[in-house]
């Protein structure tokens, strides 16, 4: 990715507000389990969107600063996200079902699109799945809350496996729905978007392309009644 500093330093000194990172965590964190746990506020991941690009704007000038920069190279950006997205499937599928099913169990009706049929329905969750989870979980948990979190210790190494750690729960538990196995699931594959993210510098495209292949995949293999 391009290289992104603050415009000014009026915008540096904002950004290293860790009471205010802290502040924003928090927020974020109440949304997630209030919305996806208790069930007793509205969707939290437009707020959450909401929320990372003001806080951007503000902090930052640009909404590039978490990871929407024109990359150096798109090909290996969707190379990456491509290889991304197959790890996490085949993990799903040899490691995680395997082992999860047995002991945990998944809710019913855990995969909304199960039963899905026509080429409407097709094409309504091929557009569900690059704009609000693809577009929409990328920028609110592994752009925004791994960030914030981060922001707190100053970005150290320790402090983005925090950050890695702790949006990857609450990606998981925003998976509620569908049960036990369905939040750690759903975990697992938040730690591998935010590897992703992490291991090229914050290219916050690879985890969006990454997300939105391995959905797509999995929405295909239910389409044509290839899923497990």
Known sequence: MRSFKPRDEKYATYANSRWLSLA??????????????LRILPNSLPLLV?????????RAGSWMAMGL????????TVLFAIATAVVQQALGAFV????????LPYSAG??????LHGSIGL???????WTYAAFGEEIGYRGYLLNRVADIADHSRVALLMGLLWSSLLFGLAH??????????????GLIFGAAYLLTGKNLWVAIFAHGFSDT??????FFGMAG
């Open 217 to 222: 995949m999995a929405l295909l293999a239910t």
């Open 176 to 189: 509620w729905y569908q049960g036990p196995a369905g939040i750690v699931s759903a975990a697992i594959s």
């Open 96 to 103: 995680e079902d395997p082992l999860l099913r047995p002991l």
């Open 69 to 76: 920069g024109t990359p150096k190279s798109w090909g290996r």
């Open 24 to 37: 924003e965590v928090i927020v974020g964190s109440l949304l997630v389990l209030g919305y996806n746990v």
């Open 123 to 129: 094409l309504s969750w091929l557009g569900i799945i």
């Open 110 to 115: 855990a995969n909304p699109i199960d039963g």
């Open 50 to 58: 909401a929320m990372a690009l003001i806080s951007f704007r503000l």
